[in-house]
């Protein structure tokens, strides 16, 4: 099983970017997708979340409206669109596929998660 995520960068506030998580088979199986960021001396929250059975979406308070995440099945993609990005968006930002029935986003999956290496996303004033 493989997570590759994309797209990080540094850009102004007010800006876009667009991060790509490339996932192997674990896509059409994996009960929830999620992104997930963490900035330092914070813990990682949830951010965005996805149920794959009926596309049900999550998102955390400080990104709702600005941030989407979608799938792309057909290229085994998950994407989280962000507009208008902040300073306080500033974090690693990772892409989660979660395989256990009844997960509820944005609690950490523990072992039934399986994490993407990370990209940095960094927003300046």
């Known amino acids: 099983v493989q997570l590759v995520e994309s797209g990080g960068g540094s850009v102004q506030a007010g800006c876009s970017l667009r991060l790509s998580c490339a996932t192997s088979?674990?896509?059409?199986?994996?009960?929830?997708l999620g992104w997930f960021r963490q900035s330092p001396g914070k813990e990682r929250e949830g951010v965005a979340g996805?149920?794959?059975?009926?596309?049900?979406?999550y998102y955390a308070d400080s990104v709702k409206g600005r941030f989407t995440i979608s799938i792309d099945n057909a290229k085994k993609t998950r994407y989280l669109d962000m507009d208008s990005l902040k300073p306080e968006d500033t974090a690693v930002y990772y892409c989660?596929?979660?395989?256990?029935?009844?997960?509820?986003?944005?609690?950490?999956?523990?072992?039934?998660?399986?994490w993407g290496q990370g990209t940095q996303v960094t927003v300046s004033s």
């Open positions: 989660v596929a979660v395989t256990a029935p009844g997960y509820t986003f944005p609690d950490l999956p523990g072992r039934f998660g399986a």
């Open positions: 088979a674990l896509t059409r199986t994996a009960y929830c």
């Open positions: 996805i149920y794959t059975g009926g596309g049900t979406t």
